[in-house]
């Protein structure tokens, strides 16, 4: 009984064995990722550049829109509604 007692660390669960140590786990992890990156298939720069110029479009696009949403509704918010109640 005692024997059991001292494997399980005294709290009657079974201990677990000591893992690897940090730094073992810590090259493990960094070897991991180099081989992860070598499989990435990097874009070319003319492809960054037309990705790059899509979103400033985009940006640009949205951007135009939501001006354009703003004056609609500042004119219909502020100016509509309290012309309506203006003349009683």
Do not use: N
């Not at 201990?15 to 499989?39: D, N």
């Not at 070319?44 to 509704?73: E, H, W």
């Amino acid at each position: 009984m005692a024997d059991a007692v001292a494997r399980t660390g005294g709290s009657g669960t079974p201990s677990a064995p000591p893992g690897p140590g940090i730094i073992t786990r810590l090259v493990t992890f960094y070897h991991g990722v180099i081989a992860e990156m070598k499989k990435v298939t990097w874009p070319d720069r003319p492809q960054v550049q037309q990705a790059t110029i899509s979103i400033i479009f985009f940006v640009l696009a949205l951007g135009a829109l939501i001006s354009i949403l703003d004056l609609i509704l500042q004119g219909l918010l502020i100016k509509g509604i309290p012309s309506l109640f203006a003349g009683r």
